[in-house]
Structures are given as structure tokens and as C-alpha cells.
């Protein structure tokens, strides 16, 4: 039976329907923003999932183009695997519910959003967010949300929930934040060099519109929710939990405390097979056999305890450092002769090499999706080879993580590059992660910097990033202990995982992570406060001593660029009939040409004899013909009464009547000019027909009267 939920975001209706469609998911909810209509479908399967050590939650965002009135633009008409926005808004739309689930749920749940309709000033990301947190809240499936979702925007210093397509346009913020009634669940940012306390207070603005959404949530879920599930717990056992703590839990201790990764995952692996060995000893195999996924997650369990009570108790960590140290860094630039730009970024045990690329602007990205946005000139692609955490796999291309941490680093650049008229290239930057132990994103945004200004992108600021992790005490807010730049183990076993980048003046993009039920803003505020210090000793101390600022030229081996604006009309005369004007001009030089819808024409070439060589033949063709010019052309045919001289302006012609070449009497015009001779003519008139006559007398003439003078 359809139920309809009617309330209000951000001034505009949102409603809520449920009963009419998809009878058999477990919850499904139709969520009308505006004229933005979203369906979300959640699933769960009646048994748990075996030999899995996690909670196996899919979320799909599922951009359809009938929704913006298009026909999909690949061979096979249809949509094919999701854009990296799509997989960005999946990622968004999992990271606040995740923690939310029963911590021993194994069983397999999928979140499919898929996008009916778009109006572009109602985001269907939020729509979405809202309804995968409904149709869950409704659902018979173990959830402990609600849980809500808004956007933020920043315009003329204002604060604007869920932006209109004109405010986004203008906004310095593009900013998401989730959360629950309590506390903030997730965070994702991009900035134009937004003030920390800027940011802080948008979050808070954020949270007291979600706080409303979730009432919302919860009073649906009171009237029409069906009573959760049971389902099968995969709670270590209790017993072989404690014999492996009471017998190991100073060993345990002991071999976390490891600076080099290899040494303390061969340490642990080491202390797995005593504790397995000691358990079949005192329990028998058949025991050990039965026990054997208990005593694995129970190991993972006691490693995760000691780390923690290291961090929290002892403010210690498993390598040494203090809470607020940084691993020691290093970076360098230029490593690769040939390329456009290069740098090798090391943290610790985590290295990137980040290799920038300039291109022409035709060769932008073309993105074909559901929102407004038909190209981008920056492209940051982030590579995770198995070989950068030691492992042996073939590389099945990026995955989901590849995709949602290049956009990171695409998000924290973009604020600081020039503009296309500033430096009229395409650039792309590609980080290769080399060794993986924490933030590798973070160093991607720190050597894309470098390779950039190594390139000679005449970037505004660099900008640099780093994460911030927390251990909480699950019974106090207040109680925690946070930490700067933390590893793998830090990342794996803590609650937070807060990346920030940002230059000296601000925060360019955020990513926040977590796996408690939430952040309080005092939390908030100082990883904040932590990361800003941080990122100003990588810039200061670690990354402008090795190159400060922009080099002044580009590499030898990037393409050059000479511009010059024509008159729109003049387009299809630089390009000719069928592009032969402008294959001509590519064919004699060697340079790429772009040309732009608004008359701005950029030739590229590694020869800058060559770039202006074109630049020339292209004014050549633009130049306007008037009465008195002065033209060096070329005669292209020959008639009994004169000869056609193209004057190189967009093919125009005119005739140097045979009266017009020499004051002396010519017979024959084959005996003074021949096809393909040049010859500098005047023009002397354009007729009402708009045919033009030449002169060679009047030229010499000209000529003849300057001497004189």
C-alpha cells in the first residue's frame, strides 16, 4: 500500500514515498527532491556470507541518462559501467551507513540508487543518501541510523544548504556532510582555500538541517518499520578469545611494536602460528579445526586491542613516535628526463611518484553524465599496484578506492591551478603509488604539487595533505587520544581516518573516514587545527626548499603555445571546406591546432619557429581585404584579359587585369606571370559585388614616390 512522507530541505519539498514499487526488496523508498526523483532498493541475503572476516555491504549509484535526456554517447547506446562521479557517490553513500550495522552482521546487504529523473538544482547524490538511510530505517534489516545526508555551498561568504545550479556555479565550497542525530558520520570537501573555521561552521549549519531529516526518518520508521531480523552473530567466541589473550597478550604487545612494516607483519604471522599450535596442543586438532575462523578473527581482535590500549593508555605507538609526529619525509623533483614533469613524494614507508603532463585542450576529458558538466582540463588518475604492500596480483585495472583517491587529489589541486586563458593546456598527473603504509593519497597530493611545478604550471600556491586518526573511549565523547599522520595498522585498528589538504591559506578538499558512530564537533575542530600545523611543516620544511615555486619554462619536450583571437565568422575560414585551410596549414608545420567555439585559436608545437610559422598563416587567412591593402599572394589562374591572385585571406581573390601589371603594353599575360607566382599586390577596388581589383602599378608607383621623398 503506498505511503507517502512529506517535509521540507533546504525551502524545497521533499517527499518520501514507499508501498507502490519493488514489492520484494527488503525496504524500497521513491524520494522526490524538486523535480529530482531517486529510487533506492536495499537487499539483504537470509544467510551470512562464509569465510569472510567483514561486513560484505555493496552500494550502487546508478546514473541512468534517460533521467537528463540523453541517449547514452558509447557504440552500445546503453549505459556501461559507472562513471567515477557514480562511483564517487556510491563511496559517499556507504562510508556513513557502514558503521551503523551490527559490528558481527555478515550477511550480504546492496544498496542500489538508481537516479529516474534530475532536476540540476536538486542533487540527486543527496536524494539518494537520504533514501539508501530510509529505505534501510523501514527495512527489515539490522541497522542502528537513521542517518542523513545535505550538501554545502559557500557563495559571497554565505552559507548555503543544497545549492542551486547557479549558486554551485559561484560557490567556494562544494561540501557533503552525513551524520546522525548525535554526530557527524562523514565528510567530503572540496574548497577554494576555505579558513578551517569557515569549514567547521558549515559542518555545524550542515548538521542542524540533517538533524531535521533524521527526526523525518525516524518517525516513518515508527509508523510503518518492520521488525528487524535475527541473524547468525559472528561474535569471536568467548572462550578461545580469552585463552588467546591470557596467553598471549604480551607478546602480543611486543611484536606490534615495529617501525618497519615487513618486520611486524612477519612478527605477527610468526605469533599466529605459536598461538595456533599452542591452541591445538591444549584443545586437540578436531578443536582447532572447528575453531579455526574464531581463533583467526580473535588474533585480528587481541592485535587491534593491544594497538589501541598502546595508543589510548599509553600514548604510545606501535612505532615510536609520539602522537603528534610525522613520519620522516623526503621528496625530490625531476627524476624523469623526458616527461613533461615529474617528483617522488616518501612518508615513511609510503612513497608516490606523481608525473605531470600537458596536453592540448581539445584533449580534456569528455564526461558524459547526469549533471551539467561536459568536460574537465585537470585529470588526476592514482594508481595501487599490488607490488606497493608486497603482495603478488595481476592488475585488473582501478578499483573503486583508485578512483575515489584520485579524485581526492583531483579535488585539493584544482583550486590553486591558472585558468585556460592563464595556461591554455589540458594537464593530467598520475600518481603511482610505490610503497603503501598509510595516507597514500595524502602523498599523492604532496608530489602532484611538485610534478606540477616542475612542469611549469604556474600554480597559485602548493598545496600539501596529511590524515589525522583518533582513539576513542566508546563510553565518553571526550575521552580520546588523536593522532597525526597515521599508518596502516593506525588506519586499520583506529575510528578515524581524517585527510585534509590544503595550502598555507586553507582547506582545498577533505575525506573523512570513520568506523565509530560518529564525530563531535570538538573532535572536528581540532583535526582541524592539527592537520592545518602539519601541512604547514610539510610546506615549509619538506617541500619548498627542494622547489618553491613554478618553474619559469616549460619542459623542451612539452608542447608550445601561441594564441590569437579571430571573429567567430571567421572560423570556417581558418578551417576551409572539408578542413582544408586548416590540414594545410598542420601539413606545411607540424603543429596541433585547437580552435574555440568563442574565435580563440591555440597552435601547439615543440618548434616555436614552426608555432608562429602557423600563427602567421592563420592571420593571413583571417586578415580582412580592404580598399588600399598591400597583399603578397600567389596567381593561381591565368585568363586572356588578366590573372586571379589569391590573396591568402581566407581564399579571397582578386584580378590583376593585364592593364593593372606594367605600364608598358602587354601582349600576352603567359609572358610576365606564370601559376604559383607570388606577387605583391594593392588592392585599388571592391565592388558592389564585393569582386576586387588589383593593381601592380599603383604599388610601384607607391613605391617609386617613397624613394623620391
Do not use: W
Request: proline fraction near 4%.
Amino acid at each position: 500500500m503506498l505511503k507517502t512522507f512529506e517535509t521540507e530541505l533546504a525551502g524545497r519539498k521533499l517527499v518520501i514515498e514507499t508501498g507502490k514499487m519493488a514489492g520484494l526488496a527488503n525496504g524500497s523508498v521513491l524520494v522526490r527532491y524538486g523535480d529530482t526523483v531517486v529510487m533506492v532498493n536495499v537487499t539483504a541475503s537470509k544467510e551470512p556470507r562464509e569465510g569472510i572476516d567483514f561486513f560484505p555491504l555493496s552500494v550502487d549509484f546508478e546514473e541512468k541518462l534517460y533521467s537528463v535526456g540523453k541517449i547514452p554517447g558509447s557504440f552500445m547506446k546503453r549505459e556501461g559501467k559507472p562513471s567515477d562521479k557514480a562511483i564517487l557517490t556510491s563511496r559517499a553513500i556507504d562510508r556513513p551507513l557502514r558503521p551503523l550495522f551490527p559490528k558481527d552482521f555478515r550477511n550480504d546487504v546492496v544498496v542500489v540508487a538508481t537516479v529516474l529523473c534530475v532536476d540540476q538544482d536538486n542533487s540527486p547524490e543527496v536524494a539518494a543518501m537520504i533514501g539508501a538511510a530510509s529505505a534501510l530505517a523501514i527495512s527489515d534489516i539490522p541497522f542502528g541510523g537513521p542517518t542523513a545526508a545535505v550538501n554545502v555551498g559557500l557563495v559571497d561568504g554565505q552559507i548555503i544548504i543544497n545549492p542551486t545550479e547557479e549558486q554551485r556555479e559561484k560557490s567556494d565550497l562544494t561540501l557533503t556532510v552525513a551524520a546522525t542525530q548525535n554526530k557527524i558520520t562523514m565528510i567530503e570537501a572540496g574548497a577554494n582555500e576555505v579558513p578551517d573555521d569557515v569549514m567547521l561552521e558549515a559542518i555545524k549549519t550542515a548538521h542542524e538541517e540533517i538533524k531535521k531529516i533524521c527526526e523525518f526518518i525516524t518517525k516513518m520508521q515508527e509508523e510503518i518499520g518492520k521488525p528487524k531480523f535475527e541473524y547468525k552473530s559472528f561474535e569471536v567466541d568467548h572462550d578461545v578469545y580469552e585463552f588467546i589473550e591470557t596467553n598471549f597478550k604480551d607478546e602480543m604487545k611486543e611484536k606490534v611494536q615495529e617501525k618497519d612494516k615487513d618486520t611486524r607483519d612477519n612478527n605477527i604471522s610468526e605469533l599466529t602460528d605459536k598461538i595456533i599450535e599452542s591452541y591445538t596442543q591444549k584443545y586437540g586438532e578436531e578443536a582447532a579445526e572447528e575453531h579455526k575462523s574464531d581463533i583467526g578473527e580473535a588474533i585480528y581482535k587481541l592485535e587491534k586491542k593491544c594497538v589501541r590500549e598502546m595508543i589510548f593508555v599509553e600514548h604510545k605507538r606501535v612505532d615510536g613516535r609520539k602522537l603528534d609526529e610525522i613520519r620522516e619525509l623526503s621528496c625530490e623533483v625531476g627524476l624523469l628526463p623526458r616527461v613533461h614533469g615529474s617528483a617522488l613524494f616518501t612518508r615513511g614507508q609510503t612513497q608516490v611518484m606523481s608525473i605531470a603532463t600537458l596536453g592540448m585542450i581539445s584533449e580534456e576529458q569528455k564526461l558524459d553524465g547526469i549533471d551539467t558538466e561536459e568536460s574537465k582540463r585537470y585529470i588526476h588518475h592514482y594508481n595501487f599496484p599490488s607490488y606497493s604492500v608486497g603482495e603478488a596480483r595481476p592488475s585488473r585495472g582501478p578499483g573503486r578506492r583508485e578512483v575515489g583517491h584520485g579524485a581526492l587529489a583531483e579535488k585539493a589541486l584544482v583550486p590553486v591551478l591558472p585558468s585556460k586563458e592563464e595556461f591554455p593546456y589540458a594537464i593530467r598527473v598520475v600518481s603511482e603509488v610505490l610503497s603503501s603504509n598509510g595516507s597514500t593519497s595524502q602523498a599523492s597530493i604532496c608530489g602532484s604539487t611538485l610534478s606540477l611545478m616542475d612542469a611549469g604550471v604556474p600554480i597559485k600556491r602548493p598545496v600539501a595533505g596529511i590524515s589525522t586518526g583518533l582513539v576513542t573511549n566508546p563510553d565518553n565523547d571526550e575521552d580520546y587520544v588523536m593522532l597525526v599522520d597515521i599508518q596502516g595498522l593506525e588506519d586499520f585498528f583506529g575510528d578515524m581516518d581524517f585527510k585534509v589538504g590544503g595550502t598555507e591559506k586553507g582547506i582545498t578538499a577533505i575525506q573523512v573516514d570513520i568506523k565509530c558512530d560518529g564525530l563531535t564537533y570538538e573532535i572536528i575542530e581540532e583535526a582541524f587545527e592539527r592537520t592545518r600545523k602539519a601541512r604547514a611543516h610539510i610546506l615549509d620544511d619538506i617541500m619548498k626548499p627542494v622547489i618553491s615555486k613554478p618553474r619559469e619554462e616549460i619542459s623542451e619536450y612539452a608542447p608550445r603555445i601561441v594564441s590569437t583571437q579571430i571573429k567567430v565568422d571567421k572560423i570556417k575560414d581558418v578551417i576551409g571546406p572539408g578542413g582544408k585551410m586548416i590540414n594545410k596549414i598542420i601539413d606545411e608545420t607540424g603543429v596541433k591546432i585547437d580552435i574555440e567555439e568563442d574565435g580563440q585559436v591555440f597552435i601547439y608545437s615543440t618548434d616555436n619557429e614552426k608555432a608562429i610559422q602557423a600563427l602567421e598563416m592563420v592571420e593571413d587567412i583571417v586578415r580582412e581585404v580592404e580598399v588600399g591593402g598591400i597583399y603578397y599572394g600567389e596567381v593561381v589562374r591565368l585568363m586572356n584579359f588578366g590573372a586571379f591572385v589569391d590573396l591568402g585571406c581566407g581564399g579571397k581573390e582578386g584580378l590583376l587585369h593585364i592593364s593593372k601589371i606594367s605600364k608598358e603594353r602587354i601582349k600576352n599575360i603567359e609572358d610576365v606571370l606564370h601559376v604559383g607566382d607570388k606577387v605583391t599586390v594593392k588592392v585599388i577596388e571592391i565592388d558592389e559585388q564585393d569582386r576586387i581589383n588589383l593593381s601592380m602599378i599603383d604599388l610601384n608607383e607607391n613605391v617609386s614616390n617613397e624613394e623620391d621623398k
